[in-house]
């Protein structure tokens, strides 16, 4: 038992630490500042290429992860080759599945200008071929031949027709022979009719002949039409390819290292070559009805277009991408719509890329949380990596009732090194329940929330606080500021030793205390300033605390500063908001009767306990069992409760107070109420650290503040929390004016002599404890219990035994 002097209560931070005057005359500081373990793990990962060696970043939020891997990755990359740009041409053999096309650095955008200024060349010089004299010459030339010789074939037949009584006559549904007569006229039906038989048979034979030597003609004639076409398109390609020809083959010569592209620009010349209508000046069509317009059909040149999906022309090294929104279209890419008449229609100029792309050869940056609340993200990132390839895929196509007809994008090779950031608890959830996790993310850079409160620590805390005073343009802080901060960082570490690296948090408390300064009308930003705003801060945030103190005050929660009792005491919780946590007092009470129920705690009866806090009641019921039971069992019940709880209540930094009535209420020895205490215990009375410390101590301080300071009032704590000790000044001046102590304890039975101002008492070794002593009261009472319930066993065999001579 220790009661404890102001300079165990609160580490200053001493300003000969400090070799200036204000941050003015400090150099900027762009190192990470206590992440030790985190940079080595973060430079092993990233300098590792194998497979499965991506990195999650874990840590509390405000610790400087995504900062640190921004200014880690950009340094690291900068040293690092610059990928290659990808595009997609159209697939002219499989018109649904567009092909990737890998190029040097800025080169995709140079192939898709060649491509653009080629497209427009030939859509202005092919037609000037076909309007040439050259052309039409021979295109004359081998239209009149081919209508030469079929003439030739049906003059020969109508002569040798007429020769034999026949003519050749145009119908409307094609040539035919029929007979004539002297003067040239049809032979009539009637006329054929009256002619003898031996006649008919003659005609009928030479007409046969004659339409067999017909119907070859005509398949000549047929076969002659389409040999004049193809030679027209042979001549047409041939006039075009003086054209198409050499500005391909400029093309293939500038790109030949590239065999993709020369098998495309191949396929391209084909394809103009046999899509030379789309280069002839279209004629405008006459409406079919005069109050309609017919809209002017262009012919499309999209297909030999190139889609350019990533340009690296202006990256230097390797590209960091940061996806703050990780949707799957987001990271995948997607294949884009548009609306013509009603139908949704596409095509491969409408694939857009996504981050993986852009971050293809180089690092991908997620935040995992957000990776795993976007529908197929996670898997289909996994996938990916696994399988080292990217698609571009309709992620919703398995889900429609009908299938439908899209692109089939070529997959393009990945190669990225994957960065997850996150909390603990998404790192050990995926690492447990995630076997492909477990593969493909290897890498774990822990970042630390606190740091060592050592003089180079310090300094390079300092050193951070100028560099954020110069980027935001704050005022400068002198030593005085600089040094609060230092303090107030140690509180948030809850440790005197430790130094906070959440440098989030510090950073609003450097803005709100810049705010006070110029509120002020200062040039520096001072210790009071910085106090000020915590202050303020805490103003703006206690609403609630406030409320129970009053509650308090009112009587509504009772809660006694003065006096003692039997068998009650004053706990201490800390209520956590979330961005505020406070201490509350909480008035515990217990009850000894005869019985054997033992130890009840009545929240666990009302299912209002918590696991660990049943423990604890658990430990206590050991406890007294180890101090009273040495010689013959127990016999007792007891009942202990937080009055006026009504919520749960967990943990088990109650246990000392608890135990304190028991034994008060078991002893009969009042307990002081101006003295609350906060500590866990184990099975042996050895009192245990607790979290909340200072929290817990300040809110019985201001308690007793308003209630009025005697000095007598107090609180007790583990001696193993005294380093966790960081307390407002109030508390500080308070107990340097003695009118408020904090005492720290290793033992129960030095909390049982603060509060009842008698001593605990030792066992001898007959089991007994030394007359005047707590627990020789205790075990008194314990013994009058027993003896009471002996006797009622024995009065009740009598009982039995009577009922029985009466039978």
């Not at 697939?91 to 140079?110: K, M, Q, T």
């Not at 139908?343 to 971050?359: C, E, N, P, R, V």
């Not at 990776?371 to 571009?392: H, M, Q, T």
């Not at 979290?691 to 193993?720: A, M, Q, Y």
């Amino acid at each position: 038992m220790k009661k404890l002097e102001v300079h165990d209560l609160y580490r200053e931070c001493s300003l000969d630490l400090f070799n200036f005057n204000t941050t003015d005359e400090l150099q900027d500081f762009k190192e990470t500042i206590g992440q030790e373990r985190a940079i080595r793990s973060l430079d092993f990962g990233l300098s590792l290429d194998s497979t499965g060696f991506n990195i999650f970043i874990l840590g509390e939020h405000g610790t400087g992860k995504m900062t640190t891997v921004r200014s880690f990755l950009y340094q690291k990359a900068l040293g690092e080759p610059v990928p290659s740009d990808w595009c997609y041409v159209y697939n002219f053999a499989d018109p649904d599945s567009p092909l990737a096309v890998e190029l040097e650095p800025g080169y995709a955008v140079i192939f898709q200008k060649d491509m653009d200024e080629t497209i427009k060349i030939l859509r202005t010089e092919i037609p000037k071929v076909f309007e040439s004299k050259e052309y039409e010459k021979q295109r004359n030339k081998i239209i009149d031949e081919s209508q030469k010789r079929q003439r030739q074939l049906f003059e020969a037949l109508e002569q040798e027709a007429q020769e034999k009584g026949f003519s050749l006559r145009k119908t409307v549904s094609g040539l035919i022979l029929v007979p004539i007569k002297k003067n040239n006229e049809p032979l009539t039906e009637e006329e054929y009719e009256s002619l003898d038989e031996r006649t008919r048979k003659k005609l009928d034979e030479i007409g046969k002949s004659l339409q067999e030597k017909l119907n070859d003609i005509v398949r000549v004639a047929r076969e002659g039409e389409k040999t004049l076409k193809e030679q027209l398109i042979k001549l047409e390609k041939e006039a075009a390819l003086s054209s198409v020809g050499h500005l391909i083959e400029d093309l293939k010569n500038k790109y030949q290292k590239y065999e993709k592209i020369i098998a495309y620009l191949d396929a391209v010349k084909e394809d103009i070559l046999s899509h030379l209508d789309d280069f002839k000046i279209q004629e405008e069509q006459s409406p079919q009805l005069p109050f309609m317009k017919v809209p002017k059909s262009e012919p499309i040149f999209t297909r030999y277009t190139v889609n350019v999906l990533v340009n690296n022309k202006e990256c230097k090294g390797a590209p960091c991408v940061f996806e703050s929104n990780p949707t799957y279209y987001n990271l995948f890419g997607r294949i884009e719509h548009k609306i013509q008449y009603g139908i949704a229609i596409t095509d491969f100029s409408m694939i857009k890329a996504g981050s993986l792309h852009k971050a293809n050869g180089g690092y991908l940056v997620v935040n995992a949380l957000d990776l795993l609340r976007n529908l197929f993200s996670y898997d289909a990132l996994k996938r990916a990596v696994r399988n080292k390839e990217l698609k571009i895929e309709d992620v919703w196509e398995q889900y429609r009732l009908i299938s439908t007809t899209t692109l089939k994008p070529e997959a393009i090779p990945l190669n990225v090194k994957v960065i997850l950031i996150g909390n603990p608890y998404l790192y050990y959830l995926l690492y447990n329940l995630d076997e492909d996790y477990r593969e493909l993310f290897k890498v774990k850079a822990d970042f630390e929330n606190r740091m060592d409160r050592t003089d180079e620590n310090i300094q390079k805390y300092a050193l951070y606080i100028a560099t954020i005073c110069r980027e935001e343009k704050l005022l400068p802080f002198d030593k005085t500021g600089i040094s609060k901060v230092i303090e107030i960082s140690s509180r948030i570490a809850e440790n005197q030793n430790k130094l906070s690296v959440k440098f989030s948090e510090i950073a609003d408390i450097l803005r709100e205390a810049n705010y006070w300064a110029i509120k002020s009308d200062s040039k520096l930003v001072t210790r009071e300033h910085v106090q000020k705003a915590m202050d303020e801060k805490v103003y703006r945030t206690n609403k609630i605390e406030e409320r129970i103190r009053e509650l308090i005050l009112d009587g509504t929660l009772i809660v006694n500063t003065e006096g003692k009792k039997i068998g009650q005491i004053n706990g201490l919780a800390v209520l956590d908001l979330g961005d505020y946590s406070f201490g509350k007092p909480s008035r515990i009470s217990a009850r000894i009767y005869a019985g054997k129920a033992g130890v009840v705690n009545i929240e666990r009866e009302t299912k209002m306990s918590g696991k660990i806090h049943e423990k604890a009641i658990l430990i206590i019921t050991h406890f007294l069992g180890s101090r009273f039971a040495v010689k013959k069992p127990i016999t007792l019940s007891a009942s202990i409760t937080f009055e006026q709880l009504y919520d749960m209540v967990e943990g088990d930094s109650a246990s000392c107070a608890e135990l304190c009535a028991l034994l008060s209420s078991l002893s009969g020895v009042p307990l002081k109420q101006n003295i609350a205490i906060t500590g866990s215990m184990d099975q042996n009375g050895e009192v245990q650290p607790v979290g909340g410390i200072n929290e817990k101590i300040e809110g019985f301080f201001d308690l007793c503040k308003i209630k009025g300071l005697d000095g007598s009032h107090g609180v007790i704590i583990p001696s193993r929390n005294v380093k966790n000790l960081m307390l407002k000044q109030e508390v500080l001046d308070a107990v340097m004016a003695g009118k408020f102590s904090i005492y720290s304890i290793d033992s129960i039975d030095g909390a049982i002599e603060i509060m009842t101002d008698m001593p605990a008492g030792e066992m001898r070794e007959d089991g007994t404890y030394p007359e005047g002593t707590v627990n020789y009261l205790a075990a008194k009472r314990l013994a009058e219990i027993d003896e009471s319930m002996q006797k009622k066993k024995d009065k009740d065999k009598e009982n039995n035994k009577e009922e029985k001579k009466s039978d």
